[in-house]
Nanobody, 122 residues
Framework: ERQLVESGGGLVQPGGSLRLSCAAS????????AGWFRRTPEKGREWISC???????SYADSLKGRFIISSDFEKKTVYLQMNNLKPEDTAVYSC????????????????WGQGTQVTVSS
């Protein structure tokens, strides 16, 4: 049973926004770093953003300014706000929990959700 569940994906027009949620079912994000990634057949897995337990955020340069990560540890949920979406943002978006920001940025040794599809198309 996966312990992270993503939601909020769907079809959106170019220029639109979506907010993805990543809910932890069996544990919290306290003392961990949460991250968002996306995957396409063409590019493979791409790191988007990480947020540490003290709220420190990091972003891929190409996505900084359009994507915003946040967390509500009381609700055991991490969010990804995506604005001004483009067709090239179409991907399966996944969240994961890591020990340490370095592992998060590399996407190594994480506990992953199943992913949610985001399609940006008119």
């Amino acid at each position: 049973e996966r312990q992270l569940v993503e939601s909020g994906g769907g079809l959106v027009q170019p220029g639109g926004s979506l907010r993805l949620s990543c809910a932890a079912s069996a544990y919290t994000f306290h003392s961990y770093t949460a991250g968002w990634f996306r995957r396409t057949p063409e590019k493979g897995r791409e790191w988007i953003s990480c947020i540490t337990s003290d709220g420190t955020q990091s972003y891929a340069d190409s996505l900084k300014g359009r994507f915003i990560i946040s967390s509500d540890f009381e609700k055991k949920t991490v969010y990804l706000q995506m604005n001004n979406l483009k067709p090239e943002d179409t991907a399966v978006y996944s969240c994961a929990r890591f020990i340490g920001e370095a592992n998060c940025r590399r996407g190594e040794f994480g506990s992953w959700g199943q992913g949610t599809q985001v399609t940006v198309s008119s």
